[in-house]
Every structure is written in C-alpha cells, then in structure tokens.
C-alpha cells in the first residue's frame, strides 16, 4: 500500500508542474478568448458588459466560410503532401549506414537552424517575377511571361510544404529507425516484391508514426500566418491572417475571439480524430507481434 502511494506521489510530482504551466499559459488564456467571442465591443475596441452571438453568426458569412475552407484545403493538401513524401525519405534514411544517417539527419534539421522569417522571404526572391525560377520557367515555355507566381494559393502551398516537411520527416524516420528489415527481408524470400513488402509489411508498421507526423504538419499549417502573408495575397488569406487583421486593423476582439473559435475547431476535431485512430491501431500491432 505504501509502495502505491509512493509511486502515486512520484506520479503527481511529475505531472503537477507541467499540468499547472498548461493550465496557466494555455487553458485559462483560451477560456479568456472564447468568453470573448460572446461579448460586444465598441468602435474604440474596449470589450463592453453586453452578451451577444453576433461574432458568432458572423462566421456563417460567406467570406468566412470561404476564408475557413481554403484554410482546410490548404492545410490538408500540405500534410498530405508531406507525409507523402517524407515516408520514402524515412525509409531511405532508416535504411542507410549509421555514418550517412547522421549527415542526412543533419541535412534536415540545417533549415530549421536559420530564422524562418528569413526563409520566407527567400522564398519571395526565388519565386519574384524577376527571380531564377521564372526566368527558367518562361525561358522552357512552361510559363507565360504574364505568369505570376506568387501571391496565390500554389505559392502559399509550395512554401508550406517546405517549410513544415521535417516535421513529418523526423518522427517518421525515428519510427522506421527502430523497425525489424528482417522482416522486410522475409517478406522478399516469401517471393513478394520491394513495392508490395513496402505497402503490406512497412507501411503498416509506419501507421502510429504517419498519423503523429499528419498531426504535426497539420497544426501549424492550419494556423499559419507569416506564409499567407508573405507570398499568398489577398486571395489567399487564411484565419490567422484574418484574426491578425480583427485585431490590429478593426480593432474587433469579439470578432477575433470568434474566429480563434473556429480556427480551434479546425484544429481539435482532426486532432481528436487522429489521435483515436492512433490509439485504435496500436492494439492491432500488439496483436501482430508489430511494436510501434
């Protein structure tokens, strides 16, 4: 009995700390917001006593609804894209000698050492009118001289997938670092091909890890602002911007706090959702005599 507490004790030692920093810098500042939503605001911006859903209606308004899919599809077609090509980069890393795993590890941890920012607006050299991507383009006749290419949604999509692709690469390499080849190598002597061992014996082992990375590039996707802002236009607006926007040009905090319902919304539903799903599968593997 005594043994118990003691490791209850220990538990609570543990979680305490972290629980009551979430609590402190993330759920009381997020109930904060939403009571927000509820609330009326003047035209200086100062939050008035009234109770009132019109922030909420507001986001029924076609803008937002259009604003808030392009959000989805955006975030969405990123992490798909991510995911799908950091499996094979997983794959090939896990395969590779100890020596070249750590200098491909190194290759992609190196862009997230310099200021992302500053990565941004490289992007917005390299994709100017004037820039060595369109002189190329337009010099093969792939493009139209009139062609821009940025500051829409392909723009916004290219830099997003750049720049959240080690975020699915490096939980997907951690998880194929500790998968058994040997049993990719049966599956070769039992007279399957490379491509069918891949999809039947290691991508199925990869599905804990694919869901995790889907949910890390997806997040910060969702919520992107500086990317939009910088090589998207005003066509390719997404909730933060429009929430920046609430707060610093209209001075409208209930709007804002109503909009930040939504891009929450966005983010929690999926997030619930994989994170079932990663939960689901993991006694499927346990039964296989698969550890994720």
Not at 79 to 100: D, F, G, H, N, S
Not at 136 to 163: E, K, R
Not at 227 to 238: A, D, F, L, N
Not at 240 to 266: E, H, K, Y
Request: charged letters at 15%; a positive charge.
């Amino acid at each position: 009995m005594k043994g118990k507490f003691r490791d209850l004790y220990r538990e609570l030692l543990l979680t305490v700390p972290s629980f009551g920093w979430l609590t402190f810098f993330f759920i009381i500042p997020a109930c904060i917001v939403y009571t927000f939503a509820f609330r009326a605001s003047d035209a200086t911006g100062t939050i008035l006593p009234e109770w009132t859903v019109a922030s909420l209606k507001a986001l029924f308004d076609e803008a937002t609804l259009e604003i808030a899919w392009r959000t989805v599809w955006l975030s969405v077609s990123t992490m798909m894209i991510c995911v799908t090509a950091a499996l094979p980069v997983a794959y090939y890393m896990a395969c590779a000698p100890k020596a070249r795993q750590r200098t491909l590890l190194l290759f992609v941890v190196i862009p997230l050492w310099s200021c992302f920012l500053v990565r941004i607006f490289a992007w917005k050299v390299v994709l100017h009118p004037e820039g060595i991507v369109k002189t190329i383009l337009v010099t093969f006749g792939l493009v139209d001289s009139s062609t821009s290419l940025l500051y829409n949604n392909v723009a916004v999509l290219i830099v997003m997938v750049y720049s959240y692709l080690p975020f699915a690469i490096l939980p997907l390499y951690s998880a194929a670092s500790k998968f058994n080849f040997s049993l990719f190598e049966a599956a070769l002597d039992l007279g399957a091909s490379k491509r069918y061992a891949f999809y039947s014996v290691f991508v199925p082992y990869m599905k804990p890890a694919l869901l995790t990375a889907s949910l890390m590039v997806f997040i910060p996707a969702a919520g992107a602002y500086i990317i939009p802002e910088v090589v998207g236009g005003k066509s390719s607006e997404m909730l933060g911007n429009t929430i920046a926007r609430r707060i610093f040009v209209d001075r409208s905090l209930p709007d804002a706090s109503g909009l930040a319902l939504l891009l929450s919304g966005i983010i929690f539903i999926p997030a619930i959702v994989i994170a079932s799903l990663k939960a689901a599968s993991a006694p499927r593997q346990q039964r296989r005599g698969i550890r994720p």
